[in-house]
């Protein structure tokens, strides 16, 4: 009973699907509703809130060089036309707007889970978390491998692990740096280039991260959200082509303008990648997951 029980523990996955998409969705069907309404809400509980700026203070005196960037906020999303191979699908990503402070202060806080809200909605179960929107791109090379990075030992969270190439979609790439800005300006239009910029970023990940010239890559279609279950963090995840080889991706990786972030990137076939996700991040675990949806999604039609 015993053994039976812990094999069960062991199977609980470290993320979870929030969105899937397995035929993967272009930037048509993908749109954003951006307002305030899906700020965080602070916590009733002062001590509670209180600790993020004692956390974030106490990093800071570690280390001087920490900036507290701007982040689009995850608060949840809506579906139209279903998942699935259907090319009418569409989804509408609710997002506020966070910082890497709130993050490091409630997602990132020994006490994270006293943030959570009981209930079967994430976006109330998580309202209190800053819950700031990652992404992370599988790139399929022209010999059909996938690229995968080694994260370096200076990052702030799961160094020495293997994930795919991303980071964030940035509020500030596009002029973003309060919701005060848009007073005067067509909701619509906001709504548009960030939506935009969701597309616009994993490109610029995947170019700063492994060095390849923008030109080499295909078109991205969003394919999901997972979460990693460890401190409730959302990732999005595209697909994206790239028409070079894996040996000229490795010689451009020793160039790259983020290279710092990780140590060794690496070209691997579908089967290696699964014996690498025990050693990913949850919520790239979840990006693994998307892929094999989208893999399976692929021999069905």
Not at 83 to 92: A, I, T
Not at 108 to 132: A, G, M, Y
Not at 208 to 213: A, D, K, L, N
Request: aromatic share 8%; with cysteine; charged share 25%.
């Amino acid at each position: 009973m015993e053994k039976a029980m812990a094999d069960a523990e062991a199977k609980v996955p470290d993320y979870r699907l929030l969105i899937s998409y397995p035929s993967g969705l272009s930037p048509s069907q993908v749109s954003v509703d951006f307002s305030e309404r899906f700020d965080r809400i602070p916590h009733p509980e002062i001590s509670l809130e209180n600790s993020i700026s004692e956390i974030w203070d106490g990093r800071v005196q570690q280390n001087a060089s920490l900036y507290n960037g701007k982040k689009f906020r995850y608060a949840g999303h809506i579906m139209h036309g279903g998942g699935g191979s259907d090319e009418k699908s569409h989804v509408c990503l609710h997002l506020g707007l966070t910082d890497y402070r709130t993050f490091v202060g409630t997602n990132l806080n020994p006490l994270w889970e006293k943030f959570l809200v009981p209930s079967e909605d994430d976006s109330i179960r998580c309202q209190h978390t800053s819950s700031p929107l990652g992404n992370g791109a599988i790139i399929e090379t022209s010999d059909k491998r996938i690229v995968v990075l080694r994260r370096s030992n200076n990052v702030g969270e799961f160094p020495g692990h293997f994930v795919f190439p991303g980071g964030h979609p940035e509020p500030q790439e596009i002029g973003i740096v309060s919701h005060q800005f848009d007073k005067d300006m067509d909701p619509d239009f906001i709504n548009r280039k960030v939506s935009q910029e969701m597309f616009d970023s994993i490109i610029r990940e995947v170019v700063e991260e492994i060095g390849v010239p923008e030109a080499s890559l295909c078109n991205p279609v969003f394919i999901g959200v997972s979460c990693r279950v460890l401190n409730v963090r959302p990732a999005a995840f595209f697909f994206i082509k790239c028409n070079l080889h894996s040996k000229e991706i490795q010689q451009l990786y020793s160039t790259a303008q983020d290279g710092y972030e990780s140590t060794h990137l690496y070209t691997v076939s579908r089967n290696d990648l699964k014996d690498m996700t025990s050693k990913m991040p949850g919520c790239h675990q979840g990006g693994f997951a998307l892929y094999m949806l989208m893999e399976e999604a692929v021999k069905d039609v």
